[in-house]
């Protein structure tokens, strides 16, 4: 299936986080709207940022291009008010899908959060690609608390075609 990628401009990158995040996290951060990754079990596919859509879950991508500039704004105001800032990285997609290997938000955010940190950052993802940002990570660790979650649903192949039939990393 082909994926539908475009650039937008975005009013905030912070949310302030609610439910099930409401354990110790301040805010999620999502770098990109939508997920090519596309597993079958996702609940975003539920959430109202899909059900509007008339293409599939896992076949179009929003790039936030500004997503570092909003982060520093958005820090900066907060660290003023004296606010916490403990930061879920993603709640509604994956900060290391397939585009992230040319967009490079990700990567940017955490290049500002190297100057400017989070009290503390937990990155979700499933895909090998964080390894390429380790040089940054391993700098921003001596700077906040930092935790690499990794989804692993299964080591057969099999398996993991019918939970995540596209198999893009
Ligand atoms: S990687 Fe995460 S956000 Fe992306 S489709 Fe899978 S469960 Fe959803």
Redesign the pocket.
Known sequence: MPIEIKDIVSKKILSEVKGYLDIGFTHSLNPYTG?A???E??Y?REMPIQKFKDIP??SWVDVKKNAAENYLKEVSLLRRKNKPISIFM?S???PY?PVEQRASITRSLLEEMDKNPPDSLQIQT?SPLVARDLDILLKLKEKCRIMVSM?IETDREDVKRIF?PMLLE
């Open positions: 997920c990754f596309a597993c079990y996702c975003v879950w896992g993603s509604a997609t994956d899908q499933r989804t995540r």
